[in-house]
């Protein structure tokens, strides 16, 4: 059973009028702030400015109590197609581009912004995920997609590397033979074979994608956000330091874990034989 978080769609932080322009809608309602990339006509693709927009909507969510849950999306038939190429081809005697410094001020940021945000992350890939689009999608905690939607690893096919963490991401998910080939042939992945080699979490019906999705998002933002976040930084640093350190690591978030309100309620809850009602604290 869902329960409603305490806050609702109040802060003023997401609240401002609808701004059907912006190329980051944000709405918050319930606890749960919905960022919608919209540039549908160029299918999503990032441009400096939007993401300018989404890495201001992050930082709100980060400082928002309200906020216990992001589910990120795509408005009109994509979820991303990775990097705008517009303005990318190079001509006869031009200097080449420092595509490392696109990389340094924008996509690495937001790849770390996102695996670190102390809160749950939810990717709900609408349509086509291509190039730094997939890897914004595999950033997030949790990844759905609609059965029509398809993940292209499109890096090899314009002479490019996996970036934005696609080339970390994406053998740990699927195996190194897998992710090998993947990468190197510039492979398209339908939703139900990412999700059969473990890419992402659920391939959903398309008409049953959004709402699916916003219960599932309703579900995260009703949990133990504190617990959430801590979870999250005890998975991400399993990747990268052996067991040892890992327990440590468990011990000292485990301490904070257990000084929290949430903690004291669900154990109270537990004996009450009700559900918790936690207020990420
Ligand atoms: C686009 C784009 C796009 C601009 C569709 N840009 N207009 C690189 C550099 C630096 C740092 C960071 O990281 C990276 C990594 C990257 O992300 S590199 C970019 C990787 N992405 C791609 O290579 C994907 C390019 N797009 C496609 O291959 C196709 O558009 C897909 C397969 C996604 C969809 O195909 P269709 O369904 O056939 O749609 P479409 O191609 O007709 O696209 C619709 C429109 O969107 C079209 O414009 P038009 O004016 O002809 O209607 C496209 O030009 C535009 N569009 N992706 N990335």
Same mark, same amino acid.
């Given at each position: 059973?869902?329960?409603?978080?305490?806050?609702?769609?109040?802060?003023?932080?997401? &609240?401002?009028?609808?701004?059907?322009?912006?190329?980051?809608?944000?709405?918050?309602?319930?606890?749960?702030?919905?960022? *919608?990339? &919209?540039?549908?006509?160029?299918?999503?693709?990032?441009?400096?400015?939007?993401?300018?927009?989404?890495?201001?909507?992050?930082?709100?969510?980060?400082?928002?109590?309200?906020?216990?849950?992001?589910?990120?999306?795509?408005?009109? $038939?994509? +979820?991303?197609?990775?990097?705008?190429?517009? &303005?990318?081809?190079?001509?006869?005697?031009?200097?080449?581009?420092?595509?490392?410094?696109?990389?340094?001020?924008?996509? &690495?940021?937001?790849?770390?912004?996102?695996?670190?945000?102390?809160?749950?992350?939810?990717?709900?890939?609408?349509?086509?995920?291509?190039?730094?689009?997939?890897?914004?999608?595999?950033?997030?905690?949790?990844?759905?997609?609609?059965?029509?939607?398809?993940?292209?690893?499109? +890096?090899? $096919?314009?002479?490019?590397?996996?970036?934005?963490?696609?080339?970390? +991401?994406?053998?740990?998910?699927?195996?190194?033979?897998?992710?090998?080939?993947?990468?190197?042939?510039?492979?398209?992945?339908?939703?139900?074979?990412?999700?059969?080699?473990?890419?992402?979490?659920?391939?959903?019906?398309?008409?049953?994608?959004? $709402? *699916?999705? $916003?219960?599932?998002? /309703?579900?995260?933002?009703?949990?133990?956000? *504190?617990?959430?976040?801590?979870?999250?930084?005890?998975?991400?640093?399993?990747?990268?330091?052996?067991?040892?350190?890992?327990?440590?690591?468990?011990?000292?978030? /485990?301490?904070?874990?257990?000084?929290?309100?949430?903690?004291?309620?669900?154990?109270?809850?537990?004996?009450?034989?009700?559900?918790?009602? +936690?207020?990420?604290?």
């Amino acid at each position: 059973m869902n329960q409603q978080p305490e806050s609702s769609s109040s802060s003023p932080a997401h &609240n401002g009028p609808a701004d059907d322009t912006a190329l980051v809608k944000s709405e918050l309602d319930q606890g749960v702030l919905s960022l *919608t990339l &919209n540039r549908p006509e160029r299918l999503n693709s990032f441009t400096p400015e939007m993401h300018r927009q989404l890495a201001v909507a992050l930082e709100r969510a980060e400082a928002d109590d309200a906020v216990r849950c992001v589910l990120l999306t795509g408005a009109g $038939r994509a +979820f991303c197609a990775g990097q705008d190429l517009s &303005n990318r081809q190079i001509q006869p005697g031009d200097a080449p581009p420092d595509l490392g410094l696109s990389l340094e001020q924008h996509y &690495n940021p937001l790849i770390r912004r996102l695996t670190t945000l102390p809160k749950p992350t939810l990717a709900v890939v609408n349509g086509v995920a291509a190039g730094a689009g997939v890897s914004l999608a595999l950033a997030c905690d949790i990844t759905v997609a609609a059965h029509s939607a398809r993940f292209i690893f499109a +890096f090899s $096919r314009i002479g490019l590397v996996p970036d934005s963490g696609a080339s970390w +991401f994406l053998p740990r998910r699927v195996g190194h033979a897998r992710a090998s080939a993947i990468a190197l042939l510039g492979e398209t992945l339908t939703a139900a074979q990412a999700q059969e080699w473990g890419l992402i979490w659920q391939a959903l019906d398309d008409e049953l994608l959004a $709402r *699916t999705s $916003r219960q599932l998002a /309703q579900q995260l933002a009703t949990q133990a956000t *504190t617990a959430l976040g801590m979870t999250k930084r005890a998975l991400l640093a399993s990747a990268s330091q052996p067991l040892d350190p890992q327990l440590d690591l468990e011990r000292d978030l /485990q301490r904070l874990a257990g000084r929290s309100e949430d903690y004291r309620e669900g154990v109270a809850a537990f004996f009450a034989k009700r559900h918790p009602h +936690f207020h990420g604290r």
